[in-house]
């Protein structure tokens, strides 16, 4: 109880502190919400990364290092299937590009799903007793999506071009225009959040999870498959990071730079919440999220600008400075 306290009080001195310092930079309540709404933006999609990351590593134990390359690929096949001329050119036979965009959702996460499944049953079930052997094969299998990616859509990132109903949409508050987009990838993050908790904590399949964990040889027993079990959450991880990178494509493009860039900040979230930990892991999106966006406010106008890369990485040594074993996790 006493070291649940100590990481809320912690989490609370860092929020005020970086919201106090916002605002007295920001001067107006215009900027001060222009900077907080990015950082609760940033976070969501580092949510979107790290969620599946925590997942994984909390039920399976196995910290899936591909796991940026799974969003890097969800945003080059969103855009894909977005724009004319792709691989996928649906342009003709779905003209709407609202539809053509759920579509591009939908595609995506089949196909971070049908990956996900495909390295969990052919490559990663048979390396679950070698821990060091899980590492340099996922991150293998990062470089190999890498190069896949630039060999079917070349090392030329591609800017998001095609608009649609909620991206060109605005609203105004505090006198400044904010994009609608932004409220809907912070939505989706919050959906997501509220319901992979659910699932794991209300649900049979939720409780079959948690108890192969504990127990596989028991729960086997009892007649459930509990290696089909890991292979849907493995497949779930790598499903939602897909996402990820299909609803962040229309804000940042698709580039190769996205696969170790959001891992980094990923493995940094899922750290400071506490390997393992669910709700860390939710608080610490946002903790870092709203560091990135505070970091670039002040990177304007200095010399600084590395500031807003190295951000997460500072924030993680301060928490782990207070907590050893991040905001709720336990020592393993």
């Known amino acids: 109880m006493a070291s649940k306290r100590t990481s809320v009080l912690a989490i609370a001195a860092i929020l005020i502190a970086l919201l106090a310092f916002s605002f007295i930079r920001s001067g107006s309540l215009g900027n ?44 080059y096949v969103a855009y894909d ?20 965009f759920v579509l591009a959702v939908i595609v995506t996460v ?5 990956l996900g499944a495909v390295l969990e049953r052919g490559l990663l079930r048979r390396l679950y ?11 293998g299998v990062s470089l190999v999506m890498l190069e896949l990616v630039k060999a079917i859509w070349t090392t030329t990132p591609f800017s998001w071009t095609e608009t649609f109903g909620v991206r060109e949409n605005f609203f105004t508050l505090f006198d400044q225009r904010f994009s609608t987009y932004r409220l809907f990838v912070v939505g989706i993050g919050l959906l997501l959040i509220v319901g992979i908790a659910l699932l794991l904590n209300r649900t ?48 940042l493009g698709a580039s190769t730079t996205l ?33 990135i966006a505070v ?11 590395m500031l807003p890369s190295i951000t997460p990485m500072l924030l993680l040594v301060l928490v782990l400075l207070i907590r050893p074993s991040g905001l709720f996790g336990e020592a393993r």
Do not use: K, W
């Open 259 to 291: 696969a170790s860039t959001f891992l980094l900040q990923a493995i940094a979230v899922v750290v400071l919440g506490g390997l393992g930990s669910y709700e860390g892991t939710a608080v610490g999106s946002l903790m870092v999220g709203l560091s």
């Open 32 to 75: 001060f919400g222009i900077t907080v709404l990015s950082g609760l933006f940033q976070g969501m999609l580092l949510f979107l990364v790290a969620s599946g990351l925590s997942i994984v590593f909390g039920l399976m134990d196995v910290l899936n290092l591909a796991q940026g390359s799974f969003f890097m690929l969800g945003a």
């Open 295 to 305: 970091a670039q406010d002040a990177a304007i106008g200095t010399s600084l600008s």
């Open 129 to 139: 007793i070698r821990p060091v052997f899980q590492l340099v094969l996922t991150f």
């Open 204 to 251: 049979r399949i939720g409780i079959i999870i948690r108890a192969g964990v504990e127990d596989s040889e028991m729960v086997q027993a009892l007649g459930i498959n509990v290696r089909v079990v890991f292979t849907l959450v493995f497949t779930l991880g790598c499903a939602i990071a897909a996402l990820g990178g299909a609803v962040a494509a229309p804000f």
């Open 110 to 114: 089949l196909v971070g799903a049908a």
């Open 81 to 100: 299937v977005q724009h004319p001329g792709g691989v996928v050119d649906l342009t003709a036979a779905v003209p709407d590009p609202n539809l053509r």
